[in-house]
């Protein structure tokens, strides 16, 4: 039923109202979550002034929560009727500036006060970007508009001035809030998640935009306040208008600062434009195909499609058989053009076996896709045979999944791109895919055609069972990249060992009068010496490893007052062979003679201030237990789970350089937490283009450490490149690292198939 525009723009204030009061019904669960993500961080183990800074924040939190929440409460209140929020009220944040607007100076609290709200919004938006993108879209053709307004209470950046400006006024301070940063912005991500999530849903069944999928992955419920501002009293309009669709709009200025930006949000988004394109022109010629994708349980192949797409796997298995043991070298016994004629061959006959025009469309777009994987230049001869071999359980898993063609994260489609993604980059190399690989690639193809009645499950499971594959194939397996990731791994435990020693060494001296020269050597130098050695000896137990521990332990005592004769005269004695042993330490690490000289000295003139008794005198109990504490160091250490490998915690990285290893230290843009989180998701065995030390070349990521905070690529000549988490997201941003394919396998072949389909969609019918 179409509508009009006064009942659209009705229905647009609607859900505008419907989110302001679930905001505001949500506030108190916000602020008690934030309360308890508070205590929660006052009881965490840290250094004394954190939790001290810590253990004031709950107290001040306690005296202002209330204050906070009802300042929250009055701004938002003020969207109720018209839907726009003001922030400009003395001493909340000033409104964004406009052209032609005069210059002023502003000070720098007000500068750290919008830095901090922009930082909630990116964190909501990061999380949330999807949804608010849909979100927007729906209420932008509802009001047959372009762009929501600046202060349209449906922006993150909105409710994020209004959290940072409430803050402030209810009297706590910036670094208060930067104390509990992480808790509010997880906490206020997950808010305005569940309200547009809400809201969309209630927009689509008033059949607003419904093609916009709503992503189904919201689980948590503990803060179900939109659901109740929907429920009560916003159903006065009984149906929404009626739209032919538009898809996903333009995302504007807002989600391209504060969303994923790059490519990979550009690829996802243009895999799931890719799809809608699809459904919709084949919607148009047979409508009740995507019917069959909105039903609850999608009817079963028939009977005699079944069969013949049996018949059709069993016959192309013969008729490439040939080839399937057929190395590129020796020759492929069946071209691709003959693949090709066999399949089309193999359509006809299943059109002709199915029961229904949605089986015979089905037929003929699976048939595209894989016509255009196969023509696809990149893809070694050696193993397109087994890419034609999955066309018929693909077909079949098509037929009776019809999501396939509506998801992106379909694990069918996944297992194509994920295969093509590691085998596209060998003949742009020069180099075969190696024998392990195509193996492999080959007993997956097996295992889907002998499991023909478990659909998507046969196909998740042969996807994670090649990710495990590629993981040990780059490690032990293939020649390029054995050696790279052997010395990455090694530098992942120095690196997080040393982080180790360093933490735990600062607990055991937190409180013992050490001078500080030698604190700061046993922190910046000694930890990684001592990880340096444990590593290249075989371990924290080996003698060489000891007699570090033993030399920390030398170096402490005699940094303590010597206030007798007999102790200076013993510090004598032991100082030539402790400078030496420290010497052989800091030349083992790899430590620059000059540094040596230099770390050295530093510690002489600290020695001296002993035998001044300028320090502090060490209880002979508490040096016993720290001589004790050292010798156990290893059952101390924390989890290296837990440990950070960033670039505010390791040594110098570029102390592993070797000619089979670089170290990427320098280059690129500071990286936003978005490009943080791409650099995350890169997958190994994937192929990328790296532009570095005047080389523009072609490298496949090979490994990944712990937590994905170091990531190793190896060129085509076996060379790694190694790089720290942040420092990768650097390279993604300013575009010195960028993936070798544009868009995935099976996104290219969509876009092939749709343009076969835009010239002759009759072909879908017959």
């Given amino acids: 039923m179409a509508t009009s525009p006064s009942t659209s723009s009705a229905l647009a204030q609607q859900a505008r109202r419907a989110y302001v009061e679930g905001a505001l019904r949500g506030l108190p669960a916000l602020v008690q979550a934030v309360e308890r993500g508070a205590r929660n961080l006052a009881g965490q183990a840290c250094e004394p002034a954190l939790a001290m800074k810590r253990r004031d924040l709950v107290l001040d939190l306690q005296k202002c929560a209330a204050l906070w929440q009802q300042g929250m409460a009055s701004m938002l209140r003020s969207g109720l009727n018209s839907g726009m929020v003001s922030v400009s009220k003395p001493g909340d944040l000033p409104q964004a500036s406009t052209r032609g607007a005069g210059l002023s100076l502003v000070d720098d609290d007000t500068i750290e006060h919008e830095i901090l709200s922009s930082r909630l919004a990116l964190a909501m938006m990061d999380r949330a970007s999807w949804e608010f993108s849909d979100l927007r879209s729906r209420v932008n053709q509802l009001e047959r508009r372009e762009e929501l307004d600046p202060n349209d209470a449906l922006r993150p950046h909105v409710l994020a001035r209004i959290a940072t400006a409430s803050w402030r006024a209810a009297g706590l301070t910036l670094e208060s809030w930067r104390l509990l940063q992480t808790v509010l912005h997880e906490e206020f991500a997950h808010f305005v998640e569940e309200g547009f999530h809400e809201i969309n849903t209630w927009l689509v069944q008033r059949r607003v935009m419904p093609e916009v999928d709503l992503r189904p992955y919201i689980r948590r419920s503990a803060n179900s306040a939109w659901v109740g501002s929907l429920a009560s009293g916003v159903h006065t309009l009984s149906g929404g208008p009626t739209t032919s669709g538009h898809g996903r709009m333009g995302v504007g200025e807002e989600t391209r600062m504060m969303t ?36 609850a349980a999608p009817a079963p192949a028939s009977p005699a499609l079944r069969a013949a797409i049996s018949d059709a ?58 016509q255009s994987i196969l023509t696809e230049e990149r893809i070694p001869a050696a193993v397109r045979v087994w890419f034609a071999r999955l066309q018929m359980p693909v077909l079949r898993v098509a037929v009776s999944e019809p999501d396939f063609f509506a998801t992106v994260d379909h694990p069918a489609r996944k297992l194509i791109d994920r295969m093509g993604a590691c085998v596209m980059g060998f003949d742009a190399t020069g180099r075969a895919v190696a024998e392990l690989l195509e193996k492999e690639i080959k007993r997956v193809v097996q295992v889907v055609e002998a499991y023909p009645d478990t659909g998507r499950r046969v196909f998740q499971t042969v996807l994670t069972e090649f990710e495990k594959f590629l993981e040990h194939y780059f490690k032990n397996a293939n020649e390029a990249s054995r050696k790279g990731v052997s010395l990455a791994q090694q530098v992942e435990q120095r690196e997080t060992m040393a982080i180790q020693y360093t933490i735990e060494l600062r607990k055991m001296l937190n409180e013992v009068p050490v001078q500080e020269g030698v604190r700061e050597f046993l922190f910046q130098v000694w930890a990684d010496v001592m990880a340096m050695t444990a590593v290249k000896s075989g371990g924290a137990q080996s003698e060489h490893a000891k007699a570090m521990k033993r030399a920390a332990a030398d170096l402490i005592w005699s940094a303590s007052a010597k206030v007798s004769r007999e102790e200076r005269a013993e510090v004598l004695r032991r100082l030539p062979p402790l400078l030496k042993t420290l010497r052989e330490g800091m030349e083992h690490a790899g430590v620059p003679p000059d540094k040596q000289d230099e770390h050295i000295h530093k510690l002489n003139n600290s020695l001296a201030a002993a035998f001044t008794a300028k320090a502090a005198v060490i209880p002979h109990e508490r040096l016993e237990e720290l001589m004790g504490r050292l010798e156990t160091l290893e059952e101390l250490l924390p989890e290296a789970a837990d440990v950070e490998i960033d670039e505010s915690m390791v040594l110098d990285l570029s102390g592993h350089e070797s000619s089979e290893l670089e170290v990427v230290g320098e280059g690129g843009s500071m990286p936003t937490p978005a490009m943080v989180a791409w650099a995350r998701e890169l997958q190994v065995g994937s192929w990328y283009m790296l532009d570095y030390r005047g080389r523009n070349e072609q490298v496949q990521l090979a490994w990944q450490g712990l937590r994905k905070q170091l990531t190793l690529f190896v060129s085509p000549q076996g060379r790694g490149i190694l790089f720290q988490q942040h420092r990768l997201a650097a390279f993604l941003q300013a575009g010195l690292l960028v993936p070798a394919q544009e868009e995935s396998l099976t996104v290219k072949a969509t876009r092939n198939a749709l343009a076969k389909l835009d010239v002759d969609p009759s072909r879908l019918l017959n």
């Fill in 313 to 370: 796997q069993q016959g192309i298995a013969r008729r490439l058989a040939p080839a399937s043991g057929a190395r590129t070298g020796a020759g492929v016994v069946v071209s691709t053009p003959a693949m090709l004629e066999e399949l089309h061959q193999r359509k006809q006959a299943l059109k002709q076996a199915a029961a229904t025009p949605v089986e015979r469309a089905t037929i003929e777009i699976v048939a595209l896709l894989f």
């Fill in 260 to 295: 994923r930006v790059g490519p990979l949000a550009r690829g996802m988004d243009h895999a799931e434009a890719v799809l809608v394109r699809l459904n919709k022109l084949i919607g148009r010629q047979l409508p009740e195909f995507v019917a069959t994708q909105q039903a």
